[in-house]
T-cell receptor, first 109, second 113 residues
Framework: GQNIDQPTEMTATEGAIVQINCTYQ??????LFWYQQHAGEAPTFLSY??LDGLEEKGRFSSFLSRSKGYSYLLLKELQMKDSASYLC??????????WGAGTKLIIKP | KAGVTQTPRYLIKTRGQQVTLSCSPI?????VSWYQQTPGQGLQFLFE???????NKGNFPGRFSGRQFSNSRSEMNVSTLELGDSALYLC????????????FGPGTRLTVL
């Protein structure tokens, strides 16, 4: 079967750096998305990786290793507003989108 | 450009009733996908419509159905509601398909009593 694993919850301190991991086992691979979802709000697109390596976008970076079936989202200089759930989604070989259950990130002052 | 809109935002129904949810995608987007979100379950894909045709369907019972109109607006219907149908229902639109970057609406919070 197809599966995406993310930690359920993580806690970090304001100003620090946090890495949210996502591992996947899918039938084929055609890209990986990260979305951010604040409580009670809709998910919003953060990043997309299809090739190995690091994609940087301001305070957020996303890394992909296709051979390891692994990605991470790196958040730097954490702010209180970064408290949210982070969803990993993989586009499989049939271009179906498989979603992880999300990681709830709690930022403490 | 206006975002994805969903109506109503909140609904309370009782078991056995039916409900219809509406979604208006971003102008120019032809793909509309529907998701169910419950705590700890993540996003569960219901179905995707593209140009008025259902292109993909998730693993949900036949009580869940949908349609898309010529203006790309979409509706989702749930018949014979069960307590377990209580969830946030999210609609997402994209230019070419559910596999592309999606733009989500605020969701409809359905409570079944």
């Amino acid at each position: 079967g197809q599966n995406i694993d993310q930690p359920t919850e993580m806690t970090a301190t304001e100003g620090a750096i946090v890495q949210i991991n996502c591992t996947y086992q899918t039938s084929g691979f055609n890209g990986l998305f990260w979305y951010q979802q604040h409580a009670g709000e809709a998910p919003t697109f953060l990043s997309y990786n299809v090739l190995d390596g690091l994609e940087e976008k301001g305070r957020f970076s996303s890394f992909l290793s296709r051979s390891k079936g692994y990605s991470y989202l790196l958040l730097k200089e954490l702010q209180m507003k970064d408290s949210a759930s982070y969803l990993c989604a993989v586009r499989d070989g049939d271009y179906q989108l498989i979603w992880g259950a999300g990681t709830k990130l709690i930022i403490k002052p | 450009k206006a975002g994805v809109t969903q109506t109503p935002r909140y609904l309370i129904k009782t078991r056995g009733q039916q409900v219809t949810l509406s979604c208006s995608p971003i102008s120019g987007h032809r793909s509309v996908s529907w998701y169910q979100q419950t705590p700890g379950q993540g996003l569960q894909f219901l179905f995707e419509y593209f140009s008025e045709t259902q292109r993909n369907k998730g693993n949900f019972p036949g009580r869940f159905s949908g349609r898309q109109f010529s203006n790309s607006r979409s509706e989702m219907n749930v018949s014979t509601l069960e307590l377990g149908d209580s969830a946030l229902y999210l609609c997402a639109s994209s230019l070419v398909g559910a596999w592309d970057t999606q733009y989500f609406g605020p969701g409809t919070r359905l409570t079944v009593l």
